[in-house]
């Protein structure tokens, strides 16, 4: 059963008009060795680029979201944590990921690894780890707004326990 948690998507609008003009340039490149249909080759080119760089690079951030939507933190922490590795060890990766990944995400890869690593602890009942991940990524990205709405929740939640 897929899981109804609502997922909003940051864009970074600069990295859509990089893209944009990447997809401009394919454009050119397609008409100038006259290909039949330049948009739709363009476009193919693009989507079959974008989508495998995630594949390939972000295999274990993947992973652990579909253990996710298939109600399985448990299961689902260790690609999380993989993928917070990797991207902390390859951070340019994630920083360029506008050009290593085509991904016009406001958030990075790392950054939302850890909020899903939090994400996980609290579901499977371990809120202090949760609000000590959430803790640490407000530290480092205190504009976090899943963060702050996750570490308040548990606030909240500890506070409303009777004694």
């Known amino acids: 059963m897929a899981s109804k948690t609502p997922i909003v998507r940051q864009v970074s609008w600069p990295s859509v008009i990089f893209q944009l003009i990447l997809l401009g340039l394919l454009i050119c490149i397609f008409q100038i060795f006259e290909f039949a249909e330049p948009f739709f080759t363009a476009a193919l080119t693009y989507?079959?680029?974008?989508?495998?760089?995630?594949?390939?690079?972000?295999?274990?951030?993947?992973?652990?979201?579909?253990?996710?939507?298939?109600?399985?933190?448990?299961?689902?922490?260790?690609f999380f944590e993989k993928s917070v590795n990797y991207f902390t060890k390859?951070?340019?990766?994630?920083?360029?990921?506008?050009?290593?990944?085509?991904?016009?995400?406001?958030?990075?890869?790392?950054?939302?690894?850890?909020?899903?690593?939090?994400?996980?602890?609290?579901?499977?009942?371990?809120?202090?780890?949760?609000?000590?991940?959430?803790?640490?990524?407000?530290?480092?990205?205190?504009?976090n707004g899943l963060a702050y709405a996750g570490y308040n929740m548990l606030n909240s939640l500890e506070q409303s326990q009777p004694d």
């Open 47 to 78: 989507a079959i680029l974008a989508f495998g760089l995630r594949i390939k690079i972000a295999r274990s951030h993947r992973k652990g979201l579909q253990l996710i939507k298939q109600q399985k933190p448990i299961e689902a922490l260790p």
């Open 90 to 143: 390859f951070n340019w990766i994630d920083k360029y990921r506008y050009l290593t990944l085509l991904s016009s995400s406001k958030m990075t890869y790392r950054e939302m690894g850890l909020c899903n690593i939090a994400f996980c602890y609290s579901q499977t009942g371990e809120g202090y780890k949760a609000k000590e991940v959430y803790q640490m990524i407000l530290k480092e990205y205190p504009e």
